[in-house]
């Protein structure tokens, strides 16, 4: 598989217009190698609930020259069925960045691994609720 | 400025996908596989040694069963033939004793199930 492991992400913003201001911590991420976008898509939610799509290509003229050197690739694999999905998870009068970046951190981790002989037997992210379980437990056995 | 081309955005999507695949595995990851496995060969093992438990019991019924059955009987050869009541008495315990003897040996598998059959047909027989 040529992909690292990959992430979706939405992040949420009031209003219609996605500004950039996110963009300094994004590139942050991006510059330092730890993750690589490999698709995104935005999406907007009017005060009448009206969902539109919008391509990095369609962003204004500064937010696109900020966000696009960021993006590494447009990958197609978020397509309209999920940004009709993602917004049903908008209020109104918002609007939303959909990414998918790949763990470029983990990526080069394990080709170290497997340069050093070893390999990746398991790799799973935790769902925070079972994270909560435990330490929970462990309270209640301290108690 | 020349804008980079955008894919086709067809298709159900990565969260269609994913529901999806959840749906076929199950929802099961790698590590709650092999838990469940694990877990399962247990409740297995538990199962198997219940139900010869139960067996066991059923047996052991039924063998009280007869025994209570052949005092009967002899209560009423006894009332029909007076003498030696207490040679009955005595003759059911030893019976139930012998037949809890041989039990244990086909549980210890010294005896196999023919053999504790056979057994336990010429105890019962007295």
Redesign the interface.
């Known amino acids: 598989m040529p992909y690292g492991p990959i992430e979706?992400l939405v992040v949420k913003f009031p209003g219609n217009q996605f500004t950039g201001e996110i963009i300094p911590a994004l590139k942050e991420l991006v510059d330092s190698g730890t993750i690589r976008i490999i698709?995104i898509?935005f999406i907007s939610k009017s005060e009448e609930e009206i969902v539109t799509e919008a391509?990095?290509?369609e962003l204004l003229?500064e937010v696109?020259?900020a966000f696009?050197p960021l993006v590494d690739e447009?990958?197609?694999?978020?397509?309209?069925?999920?940004?009709v999905?993602?917004a049903k998870l908008l209020p109104p009068n918002s609007s939303a960045g959909i990414m998918?970046f790949e763990n470029a951190w983990a990526k080069h981790f394990a080709d170290a691994i497997v340069a050093a002989n070893g390999e990746v037997l398991?790799n799973?992210r935790i769902p925070r609720a079972a994270i909560e379980e435990l330490i929970a437990e462990q309270l209640e056995a301290m108690a | 400025m020349m804008r980079r081309r955008t894919p086709p955005r067809a298709g159900r999507g990565v969260v269609g996908t994913v529901a999806r695949t959840a749906v076929i595995a199950g929802t099961a990851t790698a590590v709650s596989a092999g838990v469940s496995n694990s877990m399962q060969a247990k409740a297995q093992a538990q199962q198997q040694a219940q139900a010869a438990k139960a067996q066991q019991q059923a047996e052991f019924l039924e063998m009280q069963q007869q025994v209570a059955a052949l005092q009967a009987q002899q209560a009423q050869a006894a009332v029909a033939a007076e003498p030696a009541p207490a040679a009955a008495a005595g003759g059911a315990a030893d019976m139930l004793a012998q037949l809890a003897q041989l039990g244990e040996l086909r549980a210890a598998g010294i005896l196999s199930d023919a053999e504790f059959e056979a057994a336990k047909a010429r105890i019962l027989a007295g």
């Open positions: 979706l698709d898509l391509e990095l290509g003229d696109y020259a696009d447009l990958a197609g694999l978020l397509t309209h069925d999920d940004a999905e993602i998918l398991l799973e």
